[in-house]
T-cell receptor, first 113, second 110 residues
Framework: KAGVTQTPRYLIKTRGQQVTLSCSPI?????VSWYQQTPGQGLQFLFEYFSETQRNKGNFPGRFSGRQFSNSRSEMNVSTLELGDSALYLC????????????FGSGTRLTVV | QQQVKQSPQSLIVQKGGISIINCAYE??????FPWYQQFPGKGPALLIAIRPDVSEKKEGRFTISFNKSAKQFSLHIMDSQPGDSATYFCAADFYEKLTFGTGTRLTIIP
């Protein structure tokens, strides 16, 4: 069965621009979470969606936002990009309403120049 | 209170040896403790997980030991193999939010 698909795999953006990342969860999975991974801060939780509702949000500025569609696909958006937003953005999906058994995608590598 | 502390930062183990990675947490509300394995260019993959009402869980060569009173848990990899060379993350879950440790880069040498 197909895993979690994240697109694009790599992205280069300029400071001040905005970016949208996409995540297609495993078929049947209704919970989608996003994480940011950097060498300095490690893996940090951004937000989690279930059935199109954001249920939990991490400690990131309002420039980071997301949404989930009725088919469980999710997007995250970062506006007014800063150099510090350069990171690997990971999406994870789960069948049920908890983190038990989250499957991660390979991520989108965002570089802000 | 949401921190998860992981040690060591890096670990070198001889093939066939036992690799041990330790984690400690503060928030007693955490109710699920997974370990993830990550290879370069890939996302983290769930290795094994435990709930706080269990003191030990074993799956193949991987064992989690959990000490609720000390708020500590550890991953033991028995008979470590070169293919186990990767970065390992412990994590703790509360309300569908995983808090990760800082990672341990494990290298298995022949």
């Amino acid at each position: 069965k197909a895993g979690v698909t994240q697109t694009p795999r790599y992205l280069i953006k300029t400071r001040g621009q905005q970016v949208t990342l996409s995540c297609s969860p495993i078929s049947g999975h209704r919970s989608v979470s996003w994480y940011q991974q950097t060498p300095g801060q490690g893996l940090q939780f951004l937000f989690e969606y279930f059935s199109e509702t954001q249920r939990n949000k991490g400690n990131f500025p309002g420039r980071f936002s997301g949404r989930q569609f009725s088919n469980s696909r999710s997007e995250m958006n970062v506006s007014t990009l800063e150099l510090g937003d350069s990171a690997l953005y990971l999406c994870a999906s789960s069948f049920s309403t908890d983190s038990y058994g989250y499957t991660f995608g390979s991520g989108t590598r965002l570089t802000v120049v | 209170q949401q921190q998860v502390k992981q040690s060591p930062q890096s670990l070198i183990v001889q093939k066939g040896g036992i690799s041990i990675i330790n984690c400690a947490y503060e928030n007693t509300a955490f109710d699920y403790f997974p370990w993830y394995q990550q290879f370069p260019g890939k996302g983290p993959a769930l290795l094994i997980a435990i709930r706080p009402d269990v003191s030990e869980k074993k799956e193949g060569r991987f064992t989690i030991s959990f000490n609720k009173s000390a708020k500590q848990f550890s991953l033991h990899i028995m008979d470590s193999q070169p293919g186990d060379s990767a970065t390992y993350f412990c994590a703790a879950d509360f309300y569908e939010k995983l808090t990760f440790g800082t990672g341990t880069r494990l290298t298995i040498i022949p």
